[in-house]
C-alpha cells in the first residue's frame, strides 16, 4: 500500500485459483494509486485480447501499444482463462516489453508461471514475457477456497461430496 513498487515501475502478480481475491487487490493497488495522483489502467485479459485483435485489423495496433504505455499502473486481470493466439501473444509481449521499467503491471492469473506456455501458446513468447514480469517484481500466491463457495457452504446451498474428483482438480 505504500505504492513504492509504482514509483519504482516493479510490477504485481498475483496468482492463485478462482474467488480468492485477487482482482479484488489489484482493484484496491490501482484505486489507492489513483487516490495518490497516479494514473491506471484496468481491462481483463479478455478485454485486451479483444482489443488486440481489433487494432490489428483496423491497423492502429501500434498506436495502441502506445497508449497502454501511458499509465503508471496498466492492470491485467484473469491471464489464463483464455488463451491467446499466437500474433496475439507476440504483441501482449510488446505490451509487456514496452512497459519495462518504465511502468507497473499488476496482473491476476489462476495459472501457476509453469502453465503460461499453454496460456500463450508458446513456451518460448512465455519465457520472455516471465523475464520481463518477474525481474522487478512482486508475486503473491494466494491459496484456499473460493469466497464464493465458501458463502454457498455456510448457507448450506453447496455440498462439495457431489463434485468428482477431476472437477475439483
Known sequence: MTLAFVNRSENVILLG?????KTHLAVGLAVHALKNRHTAYFLSAHELIGIIKDNIRSGRISRK??????????????VGYQAMEAEVA????????ERYEKGSIILTSNKSYGQWGEVFGDHVVATAILDRLLHHST?????GDSYRIKEKKKAGFYDSSKISDQQKR
Open 139 to 143: 508475486t503473491i500466491n494466494i491459496k
Open 90 to 97: 507476440h504483441y501482449f509481449f510488446q505490451i509487456v516489453s
Open 65 to 78: 501499444i502506445k497508449t497502454l504505455q501511458k499509465p503508471d499502473v496498466l492492470i491485467i486481470d484473469e
Open 17 to 21: 485459483p478462482p474467488g480468492v481475491g
